[in-house]
Antibody
């Protein structure tokens, strides 16, 4: 059973860069079947897909966030990461990493990590 | 952008009831629709993909239908563990989610 675990700072200052890492266990991050996604849930609101990465480094981003987001992968550590620059309070959310079927349909999720953007 | 609208926002029901949640897309998404269940403090769980394909391990009381712009999630006989929030997701063009339907105990 695959497990995903998010890690990173819970507080980020406005205009700074949000950085999160997801560690994958129980499944190979180099699987040729799955992609690896980041999704966020804004407070009291719905879900927003951020983007995904394939183990080869191919990425696919939500157009509304693309200019501020970079997703990368480190297969040697079985990790993938999210960087989002120029954050504002509107980026305060629970951030989830997840296993993606390559369609943005996600079938396994991490437990989520709350990131607050505040000075 | 494809907008997804769920109705109702909140649904009150009792154990044993049959309930239906509707999701409408702002343009045709064929059958590129998924449904998720989320309980408080937990990550969402995939229930259905491609409008009607039940994910592995999901009880058969859950079913999905629809195509084009209108879709439904039906729970045939509510169980206590089904009280949660349900989201639809289109994946025809990038991805977008509905705002959620909270299913609460009457």
């Amino acid at each position: 059973q695959v497990q995903l675990h998010e890690s990173g700072p819970g507080l980020v200052r406005p205009s700074q860069t949000l950085s999160l890492t997801c560690t994958v266990s129980g499944d190979s991050i180099t699987s040729d079947v799955y992609y690896w996604s980041w999704i966020r849930q804004l407070p009291g609101k719905g879900l927003e897909w951020i983007g995904y990465i394939y183990y080869s480094g191919i990425t696919y981003y939500n157009p509304s966030l693309k200019s501020r987001v970079t997703i990368s992968v480190d297969t040697s550590r079985s990790q993938f990461s999210l960087k989002m620059n120029s954050v504002t309070a509107a980026d305060t959310a629970v951030y989830y990493c997840a296993r993606d079927r390559g369609t943005t349909v996600v079938d396994q999720w991490g437990q989520g990590t709350l990131v607050i953007v505040s000075s | 952008d494809i907008q997804m609208t769920q109705s109702p926002s909140t649904l009150s029901a009792s154990v044993g009831d049959r309930v239906t949640i509707t999701c409408r897309a702002s343009q045709s998404i064929n059958n590129w629709l998924a449904w998720y269940q989320q309980k408080p403090g937990k990550a969402p769980k995939l229930l259905i993909s491609k409008a009607s394909n039940l994910d592995s391990g999901v009880p058969s009381r859950f079913s999905g239908s629809g195509s084009g712009t209108e879709f439904t999630l039906t729970i045939s006989s509510l169980q206590p563990e089904d009280f949660a929030t349900y989201f639809c997701q289109q994946y025809k063009s990038y991805s977008s989610f509905g705002q959620g339907t909270k299913l609460e105990i009457k």
